[in-house]
């Protein structure tokens, strides 16, 4: 069964950091890009990051650029998202996307 587990979401004052986790399971992790993405209250999903199966070529949406880093571990089947500078804009539900399949998400929320 394919199931990503994401990780590391919660409350963060404005300037702070988290790295969010994903575990990925029931798939040849290695052979797959792997995505960031997120949705806000009352917003559309948004795109983040996106990391190429070796993780040698990394994309990252305009607002983030700079402040966060996606990165993955094909021997752990990780992907991470380093996520620094925190501000209020980026709070959202964070999910893990690749092979087709999405995770539950992970809630990051970003106030004083």
């Known amino acids: 069964e394919v199931q990503l587990v994401e990780s590391g979401g919660g409350l963060v004052q404005p300037g702070g950091s988290l790295r969010l986790s994903c575990a990925a399971f029931?798939?040849?992790?290695?052979?797959?890009?792997m995505s960031w993405v997120r949705q806000a209250p009352g917003k559309r999903l948004e795109w983040v990051s996106d990391i190429n199966s070796g993780g040698g070529s990394t994309r990252d949406e305009g607002s983030v650029k700079g402040r966060f880093t996606i990165s993955r571990n094909n021997a752990k089947k990780m992907v991470y998202l380093q996520m620094n500078s925190l501000k209020s804009e980026d709070a959202a539900v964070y999910y893990c996307?690749?092979?087709?399949?999405w995770g539950q998400g992970t809630q990051v929320t970003v106030s004083s």
């Open positions: 996307s690749g092979s087709g399949y």
């Open positions: 029931g798939f040849t992790f290695r052979r797959y890009a």
